[in-house]
């Protein structure tokens, strides 16, 4: 049976939700680092769909070096959270749950993979695409909304 824990977990609210109120421009914050980030995506090529063409083809190792570079910056950036319990700007504690394999991901993976080398486009740098002109970009950013609509009516029936 599962725990309410569990549940929660599997819906969109962040365990980690912080019940500060802030004020409107408080968010402001985020939107500059959002700029600043599709500007890195950008200039590194990262929303290239040829790049993109090329890693899933085999041809370049210049994309599996970003991914795992990122990967391998967020091992290291929870380890430092988990190991010094490093708490948020507001001093709230940040809580990082143990998940638990199961087949599901294995589907998730292959469909977010083959959508992703059809598209050349991955979640992330949609906007960042869109913002280039590639606005052909936006039949993909309606596709995934549409993906994650469809997840959230099936969810209760999907293996998990």
């Not at 990262?46 to 991914?67: C, D, K, P, T």
Request: proline share 2%; aromatic share 16%.
């Amino acid at each position: 049976m599962a725990t309410e824990k569990d549940i929660r977990h599997q819906d969109s609210v962040c365990t980690n939700e912080s019940h500060l109120t802030q004020k409107w421009y408080y968010n402001l914050k985020y939107l500059a680092v959002g700029i600043l980030f599709g500007i890195v995506f950008v200039k590194a090529e990262i929303i290239s769909w040829f790049r993109i063409q090329e890693m899933f083809r085999l041809q370049s190792f210049f994309m599996y070096g970003v991914i795992g570079s990122a990967v391998l910056t967020a091992m290291i950036s929870v380890f430092i959270i988990k190991r010094l319990n490093i708490k948020t700007i507001y001093g709230e504690k940040i809580s990082i749950a143990p998940k638990k394999f199961n087949k599901g991901q294995i589907y998730g993976g292959l469909i977010f993979g083959f959508g992703w080398a059809m598209t050349g486009a991955c979640p992330g740098p949609l906007f960042a695409q869109i913002g280039t002109g590639a606005l052909a970009v936006a039949v993909t950013l309606l596709s995934a909304i549409f993906g994650t609509w469809v997840y959230g009516y099936l969810r209760d029936k999907l293996p998990h």
